[in-house]
T-cell receptor
Framework: SQQGEEDPQALSIQEGENATMNCSYK?????LQWYRQNSGRGLVHLIL?????REKHSGRLRVTLDTSKKSSSLLITASRAADTASYFC??????????FGTGTSLTVIP | GAGVSQSPSNKVTEKGKDVELRCDPI?????LYWYRQRLGQGLEFLIY????????KSGLPSDRFSAERTGESVSTLTIQRTQQEDSAVYLC????????????FGNGTRLTVT
């Protein structure tokens, strides 16, 4: 079963705006990762944040992690039409599974 | 080098037939994962391999599903007596180490059971 839940389920913004999506999870984790999935393709790794980190940046991406609330957020700044995709969080807990959330479908309107 | 390769990319089969899905991981990747993704939904974990050993088969939905892996190479996911509910995209991912390494995904096999 899936552990993570993203919200919103769908998000539509204008090009140039920022997009924020959230992920909540249920158990303790070693790290949390964000992935992007373009339509009809596999998932592509974006960024990993470890359980002892609170914030991480990579280009236009900013990820935060609040282990007390069991939640993470992904911020994409200055969005582009090419950012249109589904975004998933995945948690690596003490088991062997990577639990994926249900995903946020992002549409960036040119 | 090449990424994770899955074949076939699309498979249409009749209900009751067996299907075999193949995954070629990135060379040297020890860990290999199979996931199922139904239309518009998230990823459902099926099975995990460390080398050719499967320490976690907990996600296989029924005994019609099985998987094997040869060494640290190709893996096959077999679905016997397919049902319409098996229709989904089956994604394979590999990683060099288990903990903390990102997963590298193939583009999946889209299975349609008619």
């Amino acid at each position: 079963s899936q552990q993570g839940e993203e919200d919103p389920q769908a998000l539509s913004i204008q090009e140039g705006e920022n997009a924020t999506m959230n992920c909540s999870y249920k158990t303790s984790i070693n790290n949390l990762q964000w992935y992007r999935q373009n339509s009809g393709r596999g998932l592509v790794h974006l960024i990993l944040i470890r359980s002892n980190e609170r914030e991480k940046h990579s280009g236009r991406l900013r990820v935060t992690l609040d282990t007390s609330k069991k939640s993470s957020s992904l911020l994409i700044t200055a969005s582009r039409a090419a950012d249109t995709a589904s975004y998933f969080c995945a948690t690596d807990n003490t088991g062997n599974q990577f639990y994926f959330g249900t995903g946020t479908s992002l549409t960036v309107i040119p | 080098g090449a990424g994770v390769s899955q074949s076939p990319s699309n498979k249409v089969t009749e209900k009751g037939k067996d299907v075999e899905l193949r995954c070629d991981p990135i060379s040297g990747h020890t860990a290999l994962y199979w996931y199922r993704q139904r239309l518009g939904q998230g990823l459902e974990f099926l099975i995990y391999f460390q080398g050719n050993s499967a320490p976690d088969k907990s996600g296989l939905p029924s005994d019609r599903f099985s998987a094997e892996r040869t060494g640290e190479s190709v893996s096959t996911l077999t679905i016997q007596r397919t049902q319409q509910e098996d229709s989904a995209v089956y994604l394979c991912a590999s990683s060099p180490l288990h903990r903390g390494s990102p997963l590298h995904f193939g583009n999946g096999t889209r299975l349609t059971v008619t």
